[in-house]
């Protein structure tokens, strides 16, 4: 049988007061989200471990069936890869966050790039491109929205902390972490011979907010009120595309460099199609504007891609925003409309389905933390779950597993 597997990226979550004490899950009306778990399986995942509060880019490689321990060499070279740069020869990848922070280097917005327009973010970068000087060559590239991604080129020790101080360096892994002193922090080596990484990445910090910090873009925002992008946020280095075992007739739909970093390196045929660039300084219209596309692209690709492939990966990143911002309302409203406009399209296919979440991003506390995430699978037979919730999942036969496992079920 065929799997459609769907990914709300951030969506579960804990209850909070402005929803009556209950999550979005919960809050949601999602009629056919609540029929899948009626009528299949549900369950807990922890996508890590129990004690890992995980990034996307840990969570999804273990989700499609891959040991994060064993496979992550970070989250840099995945946002490069998915990002089209070629990654040839010796490099060192980092992913980026335009940001804000003050005059002593505190952070007052770790998003700021969300309310630059695609042309406006676009421009900064190829400010920053021309006028930062560094030993070595370097490309810094503008994604979506405020996400961005630094290659250096050289041989380079990736045994680096990071500049954002949100995310631990824990091994390879970036783990969400609570921060009591929000302030840019100095990259440091981790062994010795990590050094010239280190100090170059610090030398990119500090040249990179000084071309920022005079750019006209930023001058016109901050006389309109909004916060300048006038720091590059700096995480997750790596020296090294992981090396997957090849899935065979997967195709994904996602757009955002991340995932398609992932799906590409996994052998999955990503289908083509462009997020819209931000025309407004209104990130939540630029979201829905996203979120709408990328259904009608999964429904599109679902209709004339099913005898194709064999299994489909879809992921809806924009659940995870809400969770950062601290914005209940509008994960409950993204949710619904995930729920009317494309989960119940996915009851005229043939298929075993399957939907879960990368990882906990609770409104309350704006940052992922280590709580499980709810699963389905439909197709597999059915438990006595009533609704697609965390709470309600609890109960649901598959019980609590590992992301790693995932797929293990799914192909029995």
């Not at 000084?210 to 720091?231: D, F, M, Q, R, T």
Request: with cysteine.
């Amino acid at each position: 049988m065929k799997t459609i597997f769907v990914i709300l990226d951030g969506a579960a979550d804990l209850p909070t007061a402005s929803l009556k004490n209950k999550t979005p899950f919960e809050a949601a009306k999602i009629p056919n989200l609540d029929y899948f778990a009626k009528n299949g399986k549900t369950g807990l995942i922890y996508p890590v471990n129990p004690t890992v509060a995980p990034e996307s880019d840990v969570a999804v490689t273990a989700l499609l069936g891959y040991d994060p321990y064993k496979y992550f060499t970070g989250r840099g070279p995945l946002e490069a890869h998915g990002s089209d740069i070629l990654l040839k020869g010796p490099f060192l990848a980092l992913r980026a966050n335009f940001a804000t922070a003050d005059d002593d280097n505190e952070i007052t917005d770790r998003r700021a790039g969300r309310t630059l327009t695609t042309p406006e973010a676009h421009a900064l970068a190829k400010e920053i491109n021309e006028k930062v000087e560094l030993p070595c060559k370097f490309i810094f590239k503008s994604t979506i929205e405020h996400r961005g991604v630094l290659v250096l080129k050289g041989r380079f020790s990736d045994e680096i902390t990071n500049v954002d101080p949100a995310y631990k360096r824990i091994g390879a892994f970036g783990i969400a972490q609570d921060v009591d002193n929000d302030y840019v922090q100095r990259c440091m080596p981790l062994k010795k011979e990590a050094r010239r990484a280190a100090a170059i990445v610090n030398e990119f910090v500090e040249n990179s907010r000084e071309v920022l910090k005079n750019h006209p873009i930023n001058k016109k925002k901050e006389k309109k009120g909004y916060k300048p992008a006038n720091v590059i946020l700096l995480r997750d280095a790596g020296n090294k595309l992981p090396k997957f075992p090849q899935k065979k007739k997967w195709a994904a739909v996602t757009s955002f460099p991340l995932e398609k970093g992932i799906a590409r390196l996994a052998g999955i045929k990503v289908l083509p199609f462009d997020y819209p660039p931000i025309t407004s300084k209104n990130v939540y219209k630029h979201l829905y504007e996203g979120l709408d596309l990328t259904i009608k692209k999964s429904i599109k690709y679902l209709r004339t891609q099913f005898k194709k492939y064999d299994t489909f990966y879809i992921h809806l990143k924009e659940t995870d925003i809400p969770g950062h911002d601290g914005f209940p309302k509008h994960k409950v409203k993204m949710l619904e409309i995930i729920d009317r406009d494309f989960i119940s399209k996915l009851r005229k296919f043939k298929a075993q389905i399957a939907i879960t979440c990368d990882h906990t991003t609770p409104c309350d506390r704006k940052r992922h933390t280590y709580h499980p995430v709810p699963l389905l699978i439909y197709g597999k037979g059915a438990d006595k779950t009533e609704r697609f919730t965390e709470q309600e999942c609890r109960t649901g036969s598959l019980g609590r597993i590992k992301g790693k496992d995932l797929m293990k079920l799914l192909q029995k």
